[in-house]
Nanobody, 123 residues
Framework: QVQLAELGGGSAQAGGSLRLSCKVSSRTGNNYCAAWFRRALGKEREGVAT???????TYADSVKGRFTISKDDIEDILYLEMNDLKPEDTGMYFC?????????????????WGQGTQVTVSS
């Protein structure tokens, strides 16, 4: 079982940066895939980035080159560094985790979710 809690979020101007953090508590160590998803108002939840237990990463095309997912296995914290933010990055961001594969496009596969944190980017 995994418990997640996001920190960070907030507001930024277009072109600015924000960093999201997610504290991960797992009873079975860090052998899970972790991911960030987001949901814009009126839209479906979409995958932003994933990181496997051996640190393989995947990104949505819309954030490649701007966002970086990483994790600290000692502190059990998942990060999402967001640079060159755009208004279309606005939304509720969620961290998620589960054991096994990392699936960027299938939020339904993940059983463990944080509560979400709002990111707002103004032009």
């Amino acid at each position: 079982q995994v418990q997640l809690a996001e920190l960070g979020g907030g507001s930024a101007q277009a072109g600015g940066s924000l960093r999201l953090s997610c504290k991960v508590s797992s009873r079975t160590g860090n052998n899970y895939c972790a991911a960030w998803f987001r949901r814009a108002l009126g839209k479906e939840r979409e995958g932003v980035a994933t990181i496997s237990r051996d640190r393989m990463t995947t990104y949505a095309d819309s954030v490649k080159g701007r966002f970086t997912i990483s994790k600290d296995d000692i502190e059990d914290i998942l990060y999402l560094e967001m640079n060159d933010l755009k208004p279309e990055d606005t939304g509720m961001y969620f961290c998620a985790a589960d054991y096994g594969q990392c699936l960027l496009t299938q939020p339904g596969w993940y059983n463990y979710w944080g509560q979400g944190t709002q990111v707002t980017v103004s032009s």
